[in-house]
C-alpha cells in the first residue's frame, strides 16, 4: 500500500473548507503520489487514474447496491427511523445491480426516450429565453438563483406533468437529500432532514400516480405508471423511488454543470470569444465543462469479493471511491489537463459514469447546458463576472457547486 504518513490524516485536503476552491491541486497531487489510497476518514479506497476508474466502473465485482453505507454506524432505533429512506434508496435504479437493475432501467428506458428528450429542446430554449427576459434591463444578475436553479427544475417538473408552483418545494427536497447523499458521511442533521424529505415527497407522489392510473396524460410519470416489459410493471415503491431519483438526479447536477461551466468560461474569456465566433463548439465546450469542473466529483461502490485495484488488495465489503473529478485531470489521458480547451479532441470523460449506470438523463442534461450557453452567449456578449464579486462554493466534496455566480450582462445584442 501506498505509504501516507500516519500524522497526516487527510494528505489531499479533500475535506478542507478552503479546497472547495481549487481541488484540483489535490487531485493532481493524489495522481502522483497515491493513485489508489485507502482514506481513513471516509473508510474508503479512493481511485484516481482515470484507467482505473474506467475499468472499475465496468466491474461488476464492484457493487452499486450500497445504500447500507448511508446507515453504518447507526443505532437501531435510528436504523428503524431511517426505514422509509433506506426503502425509498433502495429502489434506486442507482443503487441496483443486475439483474434488478437490468430490469428497472429497461421499464424506465421505456418512459424517458431519446426521442422524448429531443423533443423538449424547442421548450427548453423557450424556457431559458424566458428566464432571460426576467433579467432585461437588470445591470446585475445572480446566475445561480436566477437561471441555473430554476431552469432544469422546471424541466423535469414539467417532464413528470407537475404543476409550476410546486418547483419550490421540489427545489427543498432535492437540496435535503444531496446533503444526504453528496456527503462521504452525513450528520444526523443531514439524515433528519433527508428523511423528512422523503417523507413528504412520498406523499405528494402517491397522489399525483394514483390519478395517472386511471387518467393516463402524456407525461413521463403516465409513461412511468404504464411502463410494461413482458408484463412486468414498475411496483409502487419503484415508481416512487425512481421519481425521486430522477428529481434529485436531473437537477442539481444540471445547475452545477451550468453554474461551474459559465464560471470556468468567465475566468477565461478568450475561450468565451472563441464560442461566439464560432457557436458550433458549443456541444464540444459542453463536455470539456463537464471535463474541467464537475458537478459530481466521485461516485462510489462496495467490493463483492476480494479483489485487486491498481495493485492495491482490496477485500470483500470494502468501499470504493471512484474518484472521476480526478480521472478527468489524468495526463496519462489528457493532454494538458489543467487547460480549458473548449476546442479539445478526445473528449471522453468520466463525469457522466460510465458502464450501466452511465448517466440516464446524459442526454437531458447536456441540452439544457447546451441551450443556456447558446443564449447567454448570443445576447449577452459582454458578459462578465462582477468585479470584485467572491466566489463561494457548497461545503460539499461530492457535489460540486457555487452558493452564487453574480455577472454584469453588459449591453443586449439585438
Ligand atoms: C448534467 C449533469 C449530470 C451529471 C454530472 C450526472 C452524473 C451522473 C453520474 C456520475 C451517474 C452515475 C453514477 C454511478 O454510476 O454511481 C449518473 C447516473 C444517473 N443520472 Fe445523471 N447526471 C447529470 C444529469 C442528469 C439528469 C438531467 C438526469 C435526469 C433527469 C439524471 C439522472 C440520472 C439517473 C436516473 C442515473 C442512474 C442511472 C442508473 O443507475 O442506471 N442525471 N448521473
Excluded at 57 to 86: C, H, I, N, W, Y
Aim: hydrophobic content about 40%; charged content about 25%; some cysteine.
Amino acid at each position: 500500500m501506498t505509504a501516507i504518513p500516519m500524522e497526516v490524516a487527510d494528505p489531499f485536503e479533500l475535506m478542507h473548507p478552503e479546497r472547495r476552491k481549487d481541488p484540483y491541486s489535490g487531485y493532481a497531487r493524489m495522481l502522483r503520489e497515491a493513485p489508489v489510497h485507502f482514506f481513513e476518514p471516509w473508510g474508503a479506497w479512493l481511485v484516481a487514474r482515470y484507467a482505473d476508474v474506467n475499468a472499475s466502473f465496468r466491474d461488476m465485482r464492484l457493487l452499486s447496491a450500497r445504500t447500507g453505507q448511508f446507515s453504518a454506524g447507526m443505532s437501531e432505533e435510528v436504523r428503524k427511523m431511517m426505514e422509509p429512506l433506506a426503502r425509498n434508496l433502495s429502489s434506486w435504479a442507482l443503487f441496483l445491480d443486475a439483474p434488478s437493475h437490468t430490469r428497472l432501467r429497461g421499464l424506465i428506458n421505456k418512459a424517458f426516450t431519446p426521442r422524448m428528450v429531443e423533443a423538449l429542446r424547442p421548450r427548453i430554449r423557450a424556457l431559458v429565453e424566458e428566464l432571460l427576459d426576467a433579467a432585461r434591463g437588470k445591470e446585475r444578475v445572480e446566475v445561480i438563483s436566477e437561471l441555473a436553479n430554476p431552469l432544469p427544475v422546471i424541466v423535469i417538473g414539467e417532464m413528470l406533468g407537475l404543476p409550476r408552483e410546486d418547483r419550490h418545494r421540489l427545489k427543498r427536497w432535492s437540496d435535503q437529500l444531496a446533503g444526504l447523499i453528496g456527503t462521504g458521511r452525513p450528520t444526523p442533521e443531514q439524515v433528519k432532514e433527508g428523511l423528512n424529505a422523503i417523507l413528504e415527497f412520498e406523499a405528494y407522489f402517491r397522489m399525483l400516480i394514483a390519478r395517472r392510473r386511471t387518467q393516463p396524460g402524456t407525461d413521463l410519470l403516465s409513461g412511468l405508471v404504464h411502463s410494461e416489459e413482458q408484463g412486468s410493471l414498475l411496483s409502487e415503491q419503484e415508481l416512487l423511488s425512481t421519481c425521486t431519483m430522477l428529481l434529485f438526479g436531473g437537477h442539481e447536477t444540471t445547475t452545477n454543470l451550468i453554474g461551474n461551466g459559465l464560471l470556468a468560461l468567465l475566468r477565461h474569456p478568450e475561450q468565451w470569444e472563441l464560442l461566439r465566433a464560432s457557436p458550433e463548439l458549443l456541444p464540444n465546450a459542453v463536455e470539456e465543462f463537464l471535463r474541467y469542473d464537475p458537478p459530481v466529483q466521485f461516485t462510489n461502490r462496495e467490493a463483492k469479493v476480494d479483489m485487486e485495484i491498481g495493485g492495491h488488495a482490496i477485500r470483500k465489503g470494502d468501499r470504493v471511491m471512484l474518484m472521476m473529478a480526478a480521472a478527468n485531470r489524468d495526463p496519462a489521458q489528457f493532454k494538458d489537463p489543467e487547460k480549458l480547451d473548449v476546442r479539445r479532441e478526445e473528449l471522453r470523460h468520466m463525469t457522466l459514469g460510465m458502464g450501466p449506470h452511465y448517466c440516464l438523463g446524459a442526454a437531458l442534461g447536456r441540452m439544457e447546458a447546451q441551450e443556456t450557453f447558446a443564449a447567454l452567449l448570443r445576447r449577452f456578449p459582454h458578459l462578465k463576472l462582477e468585479p470584485g464579486a467572491t466566489v463561494d462554493w457548497m461545503d460539499n466534496a461530492g457535489f460540486r457547486g457555487l452558493l452564487a455566480l453574480p455577472v454584469v450582462l453588459g449591453a443586449e445584442a439585438r
